[in-house]
């Protein structure tokens, strides 16, 4: 038997398995079946002086393929690296930073892979924009972490005077989450806050927390994408309502399609894949019955599209 019969089996072999595993991605996911909200959206009353806005740090620039299940190949998509500013009398929120001063030295410390299929452009750091406005870091009431990675955090190299928010699921997990978490606990000089969710059910979510006890600020945790992740439902004056979804999903097609992270990803970030379907399934659940509640995954430049730029709040 010729030598090569055997090698051209394993090639042909390993292509086969390729070209099943890129089939697998474009198939319908299957989402678990959540319990269905039965009420309206809870009450809110946010204050007059209250506001959303958007502080865009840079982008990262990759292809759908990268950004959820079934993504076009040759497609395009920019990944928004945009803090959130949550202006309230009783304190301003900051949810997540973007991209910080040293964003260049941040980017050196992530996987090669990732970097080999991803560019990035960078803009004006979060703390810059807001001290040009005004407003000093440590008057803040405090910095959302949504998750620890290192895109949610790079900004934290100018916010050192702001408390930082994190649930103990999540402290615990930047402190061995190995390399996923090694630029946050490089930042040695933070003022941690760890918070714990009430046993108070909130759109279909057993736990929250009620920042302000005034519905304008509910946390609630998202595990999955890593164990203290979270989402922060914003109720504004005009009636206006947002999920901020961290990265329970990168784009919006995770909740239209829907649409999980593709394998590789998922495995790369270490995932917990049932917890993250599950949140999925919640909120698409909760997208179909309040078509007024606007999703903002952390990375959709297009979700922030109605989002004013910071110092303008939005409606």
Do not use: C
């Not at 993504?71 to 997540?96: C, K, N, Q, W, Y």
């Not at 803009?123 to 440590?138: D, F, R, S």
């Not at 901020?244 to 239209?256: A, K, M, N, P």
């Not at 995932?271 to 949140?279: F, S």
């Amino acid at each position: 038997m010729s030598k090569a019969r055997p090698l051209r089996r394993a090639v042909a072999l390993v292509l086969l398995l390729g070209l099943a595993a890129l089939v697998w991605t474009f198939l319908p996911l299957r989402l678990p079946e959540p319990t269905p909200h039965a009420g309206e959206l809870p009450p809110a009353s946010p204050p007059a002086g209250m506001s959303l806005s958007a502080l865009p740090t840079g982008a990262m620039h990759s292809r759908a393929m990268f950004a959820y299940r079934g993504g076009g190949i040759g497609e395009a998509r920019d990944f928004s690296m945009t803090a959130l500013l949550i202006r309230h009398p009783r304190g301003d929120l900051l949810v997540d930073t973007g991209f910080g001063r040293d964003v260049d030295a941040h980017v050196a410390t992530t996987p090669r892979l990732a970097q080999a299929l991803t560019r990035y452009t960078k803009g004006v750091p979060a703390a810059a924009q807001l001290k040009a406005n005004g407003i000093e870091p440590a008057s803040l009431a405090g910095v959302v972490l949504t998750h620890g990675h290192w895109d949610h955090v790079s900004g934290l190299d100018g916010l050192a005077d702001a408390p930082v928010w994190i649930t103990p699921e999540e402290r615990a997990f930047v402190r061995d989450g190995g390399d996923r978490t090694a630029l946050l606990r490089s930042f040695t000089d933070l003022r941690w806050h760890e918070y714990r969710f009430e046993e108070r059910e909130y759109l279909g979510f057993p736990r929250s927390l009620d920042v302000w006890g005034d519905g304008s600020v509910v946390l609630v945790p998202a595990p999955g994408h890593t164990p203290g992740s979270i989402i922060v439902f914003v109720a504004l004056p005009s009636g206006a309502r947002y999920a901020l979804l961290g990265d329970l999903v990168w784009q919006l097609e995770g909740i239209t399609r829907p649409a999980e992270r593709p394998w590789f990803a998922r495995r790369m970030l270490g995932e917990d894949d049932a917890q993250v379907r599950a949140g999925i399934a919640r909120i698409a659940a909760l997208q179909r019955r309040f078509p007024q509640l606007r999703l903002v995954p952390a990375h959709d430049a297009r979700a922030f599209e109605a989002l004013a730029v910071f110092p303008e709040g939005t409606r």
